[in-house]
Nanobody, 121 residues
């Protein structure tokens, strides 16, 4: 059985940093789409950073501030978030085994339960 578990969320002030991790069990991250998505209250889930066959793609709203990476030895995918803004507040989800277009959440087979990020001004 596949489990993705996100961790690293929390509350920070604007300008701060957080590092989210997505640990997988029962599954090895492949070269298919891996993505970090977020959903704020009352809004649709949106992609913030995805990776596919080595390509890294970021939403314009986080470009230059967020970095997605993977550690194959640990079977973990991370999202380093710097210079956080209040509008980054959301529940962040890790998705895996997606098909292109990676930007669409309905193309993903596995999801974590999410981790909350709150950025105060």
């Amino acid at each position: 059985q596949v489990h993705l578990v996100e961790s690293g969320g929390g509350s920070v002030q604007a300008g701060g940093s957080l590092r989210l991790s997505c640990d997988a069990s029962g599954y090895t991250f492949s070269s298919n789409c891996i993505g970090w998505f977020r959903q704020a209250p009352g809004k649709e889930r949106e992609a913030v950073a995805v990776m596919y066959t080595g390509m890294l793609i970021y939403a314009d709203s986080v470009k230059g501030r967020f970095t997605i990476s993977r550690d194959n030895a640990k079977n973990t995918v991370s999202l380093q978030m710097n210079t956080l803004k209040p509008e980054d507040s959301a529940t962040y989800y890790c998705g895996a085994e997606g098909t292109i277009p990676c930007w669409r959440d309905y193309n993903y087979k596995y999801w974590g339960q999410g981790t909350q990020v709150t950025v105060s001004s």
